[in-house]
């Protein structure tokens, strides 16, 4: 079946420092990938997402790219803000699925100033 | 995006008792509702799906008798945990999907807490 698997949080980093958040994945399928954000008290946003193999999403300044070679989806951002300090959740959809997501377990992203 | 909203955000109840969720899409059509329960530190897991008008599907070790799923209009969905257990307590979260494959929400998730 499908799974996701994304590097354990918490991460804190200072304010401007690079991000890379890990994530793999395996599907019987061809999945399409996805990164979702969870500020603190509110829901699931969608943050970026990629369809077919080496599409790459983007958004706010953070990009993930889509390898099939190495079935990994993993999310960076060259300068982090206060602002980006969430939980980030990789995820992956399928027809055989019904389009459910199924998700990493999150990772906690801490900025400081 | 999308506006959805969940009914209560947090909620203590005793053992035995039932307690009912609702999602409602304020200004999305949702033909499918998808529920997840996260526990803490681990991941969303599915629970079921519903199609607008149709019984619920449920994922594998999902009571269907315990976790009773409304979804009797586009706008709206529900989800009764009945003779709630301690075990039980969980965030759960509704996430509406349109006909569109890149239509799907979430909403902020509600707390239950079972004493």
């Known amino acids: 079946g499908n799974s996701v698997t994304q590097m354990e949080g918490p991460v804190t980093l200072s304010e401007e420092a690079f991000l890379t958040i890990n994530c793999t994945y395996t599907?019987?399928?061809?999945?399409?990938l996805f990164w979702y954000v969870q500020y603190p008290g509110e829901g699931l946003q969608l943050l970026l997402k990629?369809?077919?193999?080496?599409d790459k999403g983007s958004n706010k300044g953070f990009e993930a790219t889509y390898r099939k070679e190495t079935t990994s989806f993993h999310l960076e951002k060259g300068s982090v803000q206060v602002s980006d300090s969430a939980v980030y959740f990789c995820?992956?959809?399928?027809?055989?699925?019904?389009?459910?997501?199924?998700f990493g377990k999150g990772t906690s992203l801490l900025v400081t100033p | 995006g999308a506006v959805v909203s969940q009914h209560p955000s947090r909620v203590i109840c005793k053992s035995g008792t039932s307690v009912k969720i609702e999602c409602r899409s304020l200004?999305?059509?949702?033909?499918?509702m998808f529920w997840y329960r996260q526990f803490p530190k681990q991941s969303l897991m599915l629970m079921a799906t519903?199609?607008?008008?149709?019984?619920?599907?449920?994922e594998q070790g999902v009571e269907k008798d315990k976790f009773l799923i409304n979804h009797a209009s586009l706008t709206l969905s529900t989800l009764t945990v009945t003779s709630a257990h301690p075990e039980d307590s969980s965030f759960y979260i509704c996430?509406?999907?349109?006909?569109?494959?890149?239509?799907?929400?979430f909403g902020p998730g509600t707390r239950l807490t079972v004493l």
């Open positions: 995820a992956l959809s399928d027809q055989n699925s019904g389009y459910a997501l199924n």
């Open positions: 599907a019987t399928g061809y999945p399409s």
């Open positions: 990629a369809t077919k193999a080496d």
């Open positions: 200004d999305f059509q949702a033909t499918t």
């Open positions: 519903s199609n607008e008008g149709s019984k619920a599907t449920y």
């Open positions: 996430s509406p999907r349109g006909s569109s494959y890149n239509e799907q929400f």
